[in-house]
């Protein structure tokens, strides 16, 4: 299973509509399913995403549609759990890593501060890989992208950039 992962591309509040890079890449990829973690902030935008995969979004600080907070996700033998990190007090390793034991995820993926990140952690006997797959719209100290998550018997990652 492949999953394409995008986060924070502010359609509606600080740009007009997707990038039709972004929306080339994402269709070359050819995913099963994307994740928005946040700051869609238009309905326009995800029915553009509903286009290429079945969406599965949540809400950020800037959206004012009505996502829920947080979602949970099953590919394959794994459980992905979605949020935009704003709610949490902290965006640091651990706070992360306690938020995806608390939803019983496998993976976690985020968005909020713009910026890629990941990495892997055990905690209390659980390995715990946390995901934030950047902005394709306003990338903060790199380039715009998203990530793939290709699901089988292990999850590999792999960041995409747009240019």
């Known amino acids: 299973m492949k999953l394409a992962v995008v986060s924070d591309t502010h359609v509606g509040d600080r740009l007009g509509h997707l990038p039709s890079l972004l929306l080339s890449s994402l269709e070359a990829e050819k ?18 995403l509903e286009d290429i ?9 800037a959206d004012r549609l009505h996502l829920p907070e947080e979602e949970t996700v099953a590919a394959g033998d794994f459980r992905i ?3 935009h990190g704003h709610q949490l007090f902290s965006l640091n390793a651990q706070s992360l890593t306690l938020k995806a034991l608390e939803m019983g995820v496998d ?6 501060t713009h910026r890629y990140y990941h990495d892997s952690y055990s905690l209390h006997g659980r390995r715990v890989t946390l995901l934030n797959p ?24 792999r960041r995409v950039l747009l240019y």
Do not use: M, Q, W
Request: hydrophobic share 45%; charged share 20%; aromatic share 6%.
């Open 31 to 48: 995913p099963d399913l994307i994740l928005h973690a946040g700051d869609v902030s238009s309905a326009e935008a995800l029915e553009v």
């Open 53 to 61: 995969a079945p969406t599965v979004a949540v809400r950020g600080n």
């Open 134 to 157: 950047g902005s394709p719209t306003f990338p903060r100290f790199e380039g715009p992208g998203f990530a793939v998550l290709k699901v089988g018997d292990e999850i590999e990652v």
């Open 107 to 112: 993976v976690l993926i985020f968005g909020h």
């Open 81 to 83: 759990g979605i949020v």
